[in-house]
């Protein structure tokens, strides 16, 4: 069974960084993408970025450049997001999905960490 | 950046009834469609990708179909764990892109 376990919640202070992580179990990791998603209430669920479990290459969605981090480590089969330079935009729901290579579908996702930005 | 106009933004329906849902791209995007139903609380589940191809498991209850750039959802036979937000999504072009949900509760 593919599951993705992400870590946990997370209560962060403007200007602060957060690293959450996306655990990978019941597939192999360097044949797939692993996309970031960013989801705040009543709005359109947003994309972040994409990394390729094999070599670490990434891409970016334009608005989260510089924002954003996305590193692997294929040893634990696990998927990082840095988020940096924290501000009350950033609170939100963070999903990690699998994307099958071929067919550029987010197939499997896992349960969503939930950053708060507050001081 | 490619816009899904997702449409309506919520509806109520009865047990049994048939319910459709539209996405309209603003450019052509092929078949790179998938629609995803999401609950309180929990992650996004893939339901139909490649516009009108149902993800293993999910009933046949459930169709995606395909006019130009319009793509709607129908669902079939109404119940009460069809309830949830539906979300259109485009994987045609980066930036990847959604719609912004149908919330459809059932009466």
């Known amino acids: 069974e593919v599951q993705l376990q992400q870590s946990g919640a997370e209560l962060v202070k403007p200007g602060a960084s957060v690293k959450l992580s996306c655990k990978t179990s019941?597939?192999?990791?360097?044949?797939?993408?692993m996309s970031w998603l960013k989801q705040m209430p009543g709005q359109n669920i947003e994309w972040i970025g994409n990394?390729?479990?094999?070599?670490?290459?990434?891409g970016y969605n334009q608005k989260f450049k510089g924002k954003a981090t996305l590193t692997v480590d294929k040893s634990s089969s696990t998927a990082y997001m840095d988020l940096s330079s924290l501000t009350s935009e950033d609170s939100a729901v963070y999903f990690c999905?699998?994307?099958?290579?071929?067919?550029?579908?987010?197939?499997?996702w896992g349960q969503g960490a939930s950053v708060t930005v507050s001081s | 950046d490619i816009q899904m106009t997702q449409s309506p933004s919520s509806m109520s329906a009865s047990l049994g009834d048939t319910v459709t849902i539209n996405c309209l791209a603003s450019?052509?995007?092929?078949?790179?469609l998938s629609w995803y139903q999401q609950k309180p609380g929990k992650s996004p589940k893939l339901m139909i990708y490649?516009?009108?191809n149902l993800e293993d498991g999910v009933p046949s209850r459930f169709s995606g179909s395909r006019s130009g750039s319009d793509y709607s959802l129908t669902i079939n036979s109404l119940g009460y764990d069809d309830e949830g937000i539906y979300h259109c999504?485009?994987?045609?072009?980066?930036?990847?892109?959604f719609g912004s949900g149908t919330k459809l509760e059932i009466k």
């Open positions: 450019q052509d995007i092929g078949n790179y």
């Open positions: 999905a699998r994307m099958v290579p071929t067919l550029y579908v987010m197939d499997a």
């Open positions: 999504h485009q994987y045609y072009e980066y930036p990847l892109t």
């Open positions: 990394i390729y479990g094999g070599n670490g290459g990434t």
């Open positions: 490649g516009a009108t």
């Open positions: 019941g597939y192999t990791f360097s044949n797939y993408y």
